[in-house]
């Protein structure tokens, strides 16, 4: 429990930072499975339109300090890689 008025909004701040982190890693992940239902299920139309929101998403989370830099270039790294194979074939 907070003694000061300082710890007081410090609280509230990292509860709210919290919830706001919660949601956009959700929405992360999700398109990550939309994507990889994608790839496994051979469905070529819209995937680069869906690689390309991922990707604005990770950096978007990346530059809030949400992920850390390197995780969300492994993230993106891995899903165009499999985009890329299957686009090829």
């Known amino acids: 429990m907070a003694n000061h008025k300082s710890a007081e909004k410090r609280a509230r701040q990292s509860i ?19 994507i ?21 998403k990770v950096q978007k989370l990346v530059s809030k300090g949400t992920i850390h830099k390197n995780t969300g270039s ?12 299957l686009l090829k074939k």
């Open 16 to 34: 709210t930072r919290r919830q706001r982190n919660k949601h956009f890693l959700t929405q992360m992940r999700n398109s990550i499975r939309e």
């Open 36 to 56: 990889r239902k994608g790839i496994e299920g051979k469905k070529v139309e819209g995937l680069t339109d869906q690689l390309k929101a991922l990707t604005s």
């Open 74 to 85: 492994r993230y993106i790294s891995r899903i165009s890689q499999k985009v890329q194979s």
